[in-house]
């Protein structure tokens, strides 16, 4: 019976391999004129890159995908959210050439914050991708050979399921749905938003007064403009939409969450009255701990990518100016040479440092990725005012019209709600207007593909710069008395290292460990520079050589005494980061 | 011969430390005792698990108080946070169960009003170790840990080289050595000071061998995450014990999740190898007002302070060791991260011992005395004094290690500087219950004072009425008004259909009331009938003033 099953297991396994040798011979279609350039033609898993998805669908996507490509995707799930639905991770590699564990793993999620709802498709895209296009793009098939994408497209699902089916503004909710008294005063989300007219959407509140200061754009009548100093205005502007439905004086102070889930993370971590946002402890949140476990658990992650918006930047870390002497000038070198090609990849983007270019962020994932793991990580800041017309405004973010004429010229007027009067039970007569949630923020539709493909191309390129060891030469020198002198150069043909300087410093990750087998070493060492015949000992255990660091494009050198013979002997490469690599003598 | 004489030498020795130590509880018995009270005092204790520690021990509470499960000023009280303390956890459980077996105890008063939480252990899986075959310090919890993070788990552990069944220290005679005997004691070694002449006659390690080969001494073995150096404050990232990241442990979140549940706790007192109480640092305002705030508000030092006065008095004495507070510790966690008052000592401590004085000495011969290794020199005074056996000798052993060498393998027994026979713990039970208790009615209570109803018109009123704290302790701490999800002092007034609010409003949120502070509010009403004015908070109690508008 058990041998039956495995009989049965083993056929289905073959089965599968049969599957993708088919697929990777070009079909028809492909070679047609109908397939564009950098496309699958005629993916398994049909998809549109011009909407959101919700959390089935997400769900429904992760399988198809996997039970499309059983050779290269995995779904499996990295815990459970506050109101218990899984935090899905599509492991996507080459099976057949390795265990995925052992191969230098890169890590992307998307969404932590629930209204920045793009960062989920983007990284579907990126799944998508790799999988329909192993067959057919040689890059992506060396790539996937080489290494392991740990795909989560959402790590906040729960209060994107509340972003995508309640009323909210482009920036609401920004937590997950784990309830908090945010004023104080004893009671738990008493004084959430109100869609006042009920037409599903959270806009601005605008009153007609004499002490106003604010008019309205004669070209764009959903844009306010501050009057000019010393001349009256029309309006005063009241906030979002909302009553103070528990009579303290204030309107939607304590709505949905309010808690930051990115400044939840145990790396210099903060009390909120430091860090807005924060917890009452780091990784409070199941979410935080779920994730935090699952890199932990997969300790090949050398790189990754935390799919946000807005802005178009490239974040790298560290969140705030103390941590700031953490990442050497060498380290620095690895991120700028990736950010550089990124500004390339994605025009409009800019490579920034996120203290010391956007703001401070106390216990943000970045910095726990980076200094508290040693990954090599960005933030990416989706869309940007870029997008819009190709060019950068002049003007600042409120000074300039671009939003308001993409709306007219573009969009047709989808993006705003158009001012109506609403009689308000504490303003009065009051009027209710402005942008609809999945706008400024999230993509509008026709430029989310192509966003979605230049932001995985950054991201593969990133991954694809993790380390890439190769042994490049076994020597065997016959040193007489049945001795025989091995030395292995192992190559590290990337530009990033094993392990980053701070890594190095603090022992984040384990050494390196260069180990020959079935060979009887006497002693072994590793060869600091073989030209002029300096070596260092490594007493305990000569035949597993430990190394701190196999530095980006470089190689080290490690060599045996070993007594008798060598006829079978092989040498392995086991980097936690940099993969498991071996050769026979 | 030689043999026989060993033999019977670790017999009595055996004997006299499991005649000495053989009332410390395991905590399987701890928290057997703990149901067992509850049970005889159902309407005065509730007994809870709070969570579960990495090795899969219960982390109990028990809820001391007229119905406990009621939200009223709250004192917490906790113990075995550092694995080395067994003591404090066998203190609180003391302090438990004199207070609900007593009926008289006069720390059942101040329960009428007030609840006293105790939490005798947080890391069971450290002081279970104290109950282990090989007794060594532990620290930390069950979580395989690699502490020198060469990627080998565990992989040099302590060995006990001399079968005594304690890991204590070695020392080999070796002539680029570091320690001597000390000038008063030559049990005890210390570092040579080369400015002093000195020069090191000893290697000092601790037991066992380097089975890495890696030059250092039982670097990596069981040890765990410490749990009092996984806390959030000044976290000491990827240093020994600290584990992987900050509140990484099921014990640190369990313990925080506590507090964060019961913002009615209003102070904490920890017991373990920290003193903040017979001494309270001074006011520092550059540390105290800087944006990640290192130092207690002034308000908070000035309730400190006479926290510590009361603290003295009711020790009897002010001369327990200075301990300073840790980096990443519960004890700072619990004050900057979750804004309570926060207290920490050691329990029980050797009291001083003055040597009789020498009368043959003259005034020039007097020589100050050698205050190095000062607490170890002072414990090994007092128990020479008390009779009780501290100190494993001395004595020579082959180690492969060190072919051909001097070695000897002694010290202080493990625990024994902390935790001191059972029977020791009664009297300072006593001082801990007094100032417990005295604590305890110290608690903050909020009261509404003065409350006048000035009628402008036949349906116009006006309600003046002042919140005052008439507790000796602050309604809360400087750092809990800063923290978000922290609940406010809230005065709130209910008015009924008939009535309208014309100024004023439905609710007022402050921060902390210092002890006698006090805050007016107003509200203008129009309409007559009931009124009714509340204040309080979680940790301050709750006040009520009914009146009618006619």
């Known amino acids: 019976m058990k041998i039956k099953r495995i009989i049965f297991a083993s056929t289905s396994w073959l089965l599968f391999s049969f599957g993708i040798v088919i697929a990777q011979t070009p079909t028809a279609e492909d070679l047609t004129g109908l397939r564009a350039i950098g496309s699958p033609a005629n993916p398994k898993v049909k998809m549109s890159w011009n909407r959101y998805h919700n959390y089935q669908q997400i769900t429904d996507f992760c399988r198809q995908l996997t039970s499309a490509y059983p050779g290269l995707v995995t779904m499996e799930s990295m815990g459970k959210s506050f109101e218990n639905r899984d935090l899905w991770v599509l492991v996507i590699s080459d099976k057949s050439t390795g265990d995925p564990g052992k191969k230098p793993g890169f890590y992307i999620d998307g969404n932590i914050h629930s209204n920045e709802l793009q960062g989920s498709e983007i990284a579907m895209y990126t799944a998508w991708y790799l999988a329909e296009s192993f067959a057919s793009v040689k890059f992506i098939r060396e790539l996937l050979q080489d290494k392991t994408f740990y795909i989560a497209p959402t790590v906040n699902p729960d209060a994107r399921e509340y972003f995508i089916y309640h009323p909210n503004t482009p920036n609401s909710p920004r937590s997950g749905m784990v309830p908090f008294d945010d004023d104080g005063d004893g009671k738990v989300d008493e004084d959430k938003y109100n869609d006042l007219d009920g037409d599903g959407n959270i806009v601005m509140m605008r009153r007609k007064s004499p002490a106003g200061r604010w008019n309205q754009d004669p070209d764009f ?84 990518q935390l799919y946000h918006n807005y802005g178009g930047m490239f974040l790298r870390g560290p969140g705030v100016a103390e941590d700031a002497p953490l990442y050497s000038q060498a380290d620095i070198q690895v991120y700028d040479a990736i950010g550089k090609l990124g500004e390339k990849i994605i025009p409009g983007y800019n490579y920034l440092v996120l203290y010391k270019d956007l703001y401070s962020v106390y216990g943000g994932a970045i910095d726990w990725f980076s200094l508290g793991r040693g990954i090599f990580t960005f933030t990416n800041e989706l869309m940007t005012s870029y ?11 409120w000074q300039n019209t671009d939003f308001y004429e993409f709306d007219k010229y573009l969009l047709f007027g989808d993006g705003y709600v158009e001012w109506k009067p609403f009689k308000h039970p504490q303003f009065g007569d009051i009027e ?154 | 011969m030689k043999i026989i004489k060993i033999a ?8 006299c430390h499991f005649f000495a130590f053989a009332q410390y509880k395991t905590t399987d018995q701890i928290i057997r005792e703990l149901q067992q009270l509850q049970g005889r005092h159902t309407s005065l204790a509730e007994f809870r698990i709070i969570g579960k520690s990495y090795g899969g021990i219960d982390l109990p509470v028990i809820l001391l108080g007229e119905n406990p499960a009621e939200v009223k000023p709250a004192i917490l009280l906790v113990a075995g946070i550092d694995g080395r303390h067994i003591s404090g956890t066998q203190l609180a459980l003391k302090i438990a169960a004199e207070t609900l077996n007593n009926p008289d105890d006069s720390i059942r008063q101040a329960l009428l009003n ?66 001597i005997p000390h000038p008063e004691d030559e049990r005890i070694l210390i570092q040579a000071d080369p400015s002093k002449g000195e020069k090191g006659k ?87 007002t800087a944006r990640i705030m290192t130092s207690p508000a002034k308000a908070d030092v000035v309730a400190a302070e006479w926290v510590s006065a009361l603290f003295n008095r009711s020790m009897a004495t002010n001369e327990a060791p200075e301990l300073p507070l840790q980096r990443g510790d519960f004890v700072q966690t619990a004050y900057f991260h979750m804004g309570r008052f926060s207290y920490a000592s050691q329990g029980w401590w050797p009291p001083e011992v003055n040597l009789p004085k020498d009368t043959t000495q003259t005034n020039e011969e007097k020589v100050k005395s050698d205050e190095r290794a000062k607490n170890e020199l002072n414990f090994l005074r007092w128990a020479d004094r008390e009779g009780i056996d501290v100190f494993v000798p001395w004595q020579s052993i082959q180690h492969p290690d060190f072919p051909g060498k001097t070695v000897e393998v002694g010290g202080i027994r493990p625990f024994a500087m902390l935790n001191p026979p059972v029977v020791y713990l009664d009297t300072v039970s006593q001082y801990y219950k007094k100032f417990i208790r005295d604590l305890l009615w110290a608690s903050p209570k909020v009261e509404l004072v003065d409350a006048t109803v000035e009628q402008i018109d036949k349906q116009l009123f006006r309600i003046t009425v002042k919140v005052i704290n008439s507790g000796l302790l602050p309604t809360g701490t400087g750092s809990g008004d800063k923290l978000r999800y922290m609940p406010n002092l809230k005065t709130e007034i209910v008015l009924t259909e008939k009535q309208t609010l014309l100024s004023g409003k439905k609710h007022y949120l402050r921060g902390a009331l210092a002890p006698g502070e006090s805050v007016e509010y107003s509200w203008l009403i129009q309409g007559s009938g009931a009124v009714s004015l509340s204040t309080g908070s979680p940790a301050a109690g709750k006040a009520t003033y009914q009146t009618q508008l006619k």
């Open chain 1, 432 to 585: 209710i207007g402005g942008p609809k949630k999945n706008y400024i923020r999230n993509h509008p539709g026709f430029l989310l593909e192509e966003e979605a493909h230049r932001n995985m191309a950054f991201t593969i390129f990133h991954a694809w710069y993790m380390p890439k060891l190769t042994i490049q030469e076994i020597k065997q020198k016959d040193l007489g008395g049945g001795l025989t002198e091995i030395t292995a150069t192992v190559l590290n043909e990337r530009l990033i290292p094993t392990h980053s300087d701070h890594d190095i410093k603090n022992k984040i990750t384990r050494p390196d460990f260069i180990r020959i087998k079935n060979a009887s070493v006497l002693a072994g060492m590793v060869v600091e520079n073989e030209d002029l015949g300096i070596t260092r000992e490594q007493k305990f255990r000569p035949e597993e050589i430990e190394l701190a660091n196999i530095p980006g494009m470089s190689m080290v050198k490690v060599r045996w005494i070993v007594k008798g013979k060598t006829g079978k002997a092989a040498v392995e490469v086991d980097s936690e980061k940099g993969g498991f690599i071996s050769r026979e003598l």
């Open chain 2, 114 to 179: 007030h609840h006293l939480y105790i939490i005798p252990f947080i890391n069971p899986d450290a002081l279970s170790s104290y109950f282990g075959e090989m007794r060594f310090e532990r620290r930390g919890n069950a979580r395989p840990t690699d502490h020198d993070r060469d990627g080998r788990v565990d992989e040099d552990p302590f060995e006990d080289l001399n079968r005594d069944g304690l890991i204590t220290l070695m020392r080999i005679a070796d002539p680029s050595g570091t320690h």
């Open chain 2, 8 to 15: 019977f030498l670790s017999g009595m020795l055996v004997y």
């Open chain 2, 202 to 288: 000893y290697l000092v390690y601790t037991e066992g061998i380097d089975n890495d080969k890696d030059g250092r001494f039982n670097e990596d073995g069981l040890g765990g995450v410490w749990i009092d150096k996984n806390f959030s404050f000044d976290y000491p990232a990827f240093s020994e014990g600290a584990g992987e990241m900050a509140v990484s442990e099921p014990e640190s979140r369990a313990l925080l999740d506590f507090i964060y549940q019961h913002p009615n706790i209003h102070t904490i007192i920890t017991l373990g190898p920290s003193n903040n109480l017979t001494k309270v640092a001074a006011y520092d305002e550059k540390q105290a």
């Open chain 1, 221 to 304: 009548p959903n844009r306010m403009v501050p009057a000019k100093p010393g001349e009256p205005g029309t309006y005063e502007l009241l906030g979002y939409e909302g009553y103070d439905n528990d009579g303290d004086g204030l309107v939607n102070e304590d709505g949905i969450g309010s808690y930051d889930p990115n400044r939840d993370w145990a790396w210099n971590w903060q009390p909120s009255y430091i860090q807005y946002g924060a917890l009452p402890y780091p990784a409070y949140l199941p979410e935080t701990q779920a994730m935090k476990e699952y890199v932990l658990k997969n300790k090949n992650i050398a790189g990754a």
């Open chain 1, 387 to 397: 997008k819009l017309f190709g060019q950068s405004s002049k003007e600042g973010r």
